[in-house]
């Protein structure tokens, strides 16, 4: 699994709920993206295609079913797979990485799977465990 990227819109979206300055982390929706992208820091909600059609639908994540765990850097574990289970054929066929965002439409992180690209088809099942991890990159 290759790490979790915290875009720079997400980690305003975080300080802003952190510091009560407006937001909320609340309505978080784990999804799939089907353009080949690579996740960067600059990335905002438009750069990721999310796939449709198949059966597909966003998972929502609820907050308390992550643990945070101390360290450097911290982690928040979601305690079961999001699982995206493909009734048809999506259109496109291929998926890279998923991607969550929060009731706003915000794009808080997003990862590209190891073996992406594969082919999605009638029948196939993604599970994905998010793993969130934030550590400070200029240190105080």
Known sequence: MSESCFQQVGQVAILNSALGLGGSLAGLSLRLFSNDRTPARTDVIGDYNEMSGGGYAAVSLVAASFTVTPGDPSQALYA????????????????????????????????????????????????????????SLNPV
């Not at 999506?90 to 992406?116: H, K, Q």
């Open 80 to 135: 079961d797979f999001g699982e995206f289970d493909f009734t048809g054929t999506p259109s496109p066929d291929t998926c890279y990485g998923a991607f969550i965002t929060d009731a706003n439409g915000i794009l808080l992180c997003s990862e590209r799977f190891d073996n992406a690209p594969f082919t999605v088809e009638d029948g196939t099942l993604i599970k994905y465990k998010p793993r969130l991890l934030l550590g």
